[in-house]
T-cell receptor, first 113, second 115 residues
Framework: AQSVTQPDIHITVSEGASLELRCNYSYGATPYLFWYVQSPGQGLQLLLKYFSGDTLVQGIKGFEAEFKRSQSSFNLRKPSVHWSDAAEYFCAVGGFGNEKLTFGTGTRLTIIP | DTEVTQTPKHLVMGMTNKKSLKCEQHMGHRAMYWYKQKAKKPPELMFVYSYEKLSINESVPSRFSPECPNSSLLNLHLHALQPEDSALYLC??????????????FGEGSRLTVL
């Protein structure tokens, strides 16, 4: 079975501060890992993805994530957050030949001035 | 054109009504998906169409009936729904079936309320 755990339900960060959102996964083979962002009332937008190769992946809007196989983690980071980053963030896992993408429960990010 | 368009954006229906949700993409994608998202929850996969054929049904009740008339269109027919079916229904597409196909492109969703 495949699963994703996002241990932080809600995180509050000051504008300009750094951000790290945690994601742990369980997958029986080589995982494909994704981070999506969802603004209120909107669909989901892909921030970045990891299939193979360099374990540090760069995404849109200044986000990056690091794949650590030994820790089954794929944490999302941003060095300096902007008020527009306030949203719900979902980590997801899939794999080769697997049509099912499994999402974590999400982390809601609030930005304070 | 990198959009997935969903209509209607909002739908209110009674438990005896029949309605449909529509989804359209013109990116040439060969896989299309329906997800259901309850408030403050992650999206849950309902159906996957690969090359216009139903490839995954996640044990969804028969009151939800998907249809893929062609490679650009995906419908979700609704009949005899229950109040607990109220949710945001998200359509998505990907270039090829499977998560190896890379990015899922999501529509903005259809918010369904069942009275």
């Amino acid at each position: 079975a495949q699963s994703v755990t996002q241990p932080d339900i809600h995180i509050t960060v000051s504008e300009g501060a750094s951000l790290e959102l945690r994601c742990n996964y369980s997958y029986g083979a080589t995982p494909y890992l994704f981070w999506y962002v969802q603004s209120p009332g909107q669909g989901l937008q892909l921030l970045l993805k990891y299939f193979s190769g360099d374990t540090l992946v760069q995404g849109i809007k200044g986000f990056e994530a690091e794949f650590k196989r030994s820790q089954s983690s794929f944490n999302l980071r941003k060095p300096s957050v902007h008020w527009s980053d306030a949203a719900e963030y979902f980590c997801a896992v899939g794999g080769f030949g697997n049509e099912k993408l499994t999402f974590g429960t999400g982390t809601r990010l609030t930005i304070i001035p | 054109d990198t959009e997935v368009t969903q209509t209607p954006k909002h739908l209110v229906m009674g438990m005896t009504n029949k309605k449909s949700l529509k989804c359209e993409q013109h990116m040439g994608h060969r896989a299309m998906y329906w997800y259901k998202q309850k408030a403050k929850k992650p999206p849950e996969l309902m159906f996957v169409y690969s090359y216009e054929k139903l490839s995954i049904n996640e044990s969804v009740p028969s009151r939800f009936s998907p249809e893929c008339p062609n490679s650009s269109l995906l419908n979700l027919h609704l009949h005899a729904l229950q109040p607990e079916d109220s949710a945001l229904y998200l359509c998505a597409s990907s270039q090829t079936p499977g998560t190896a196909g890379g990015e899922l492109f999501f529509g903005e969703g259809s918010r369904l309320t069942v009275l």
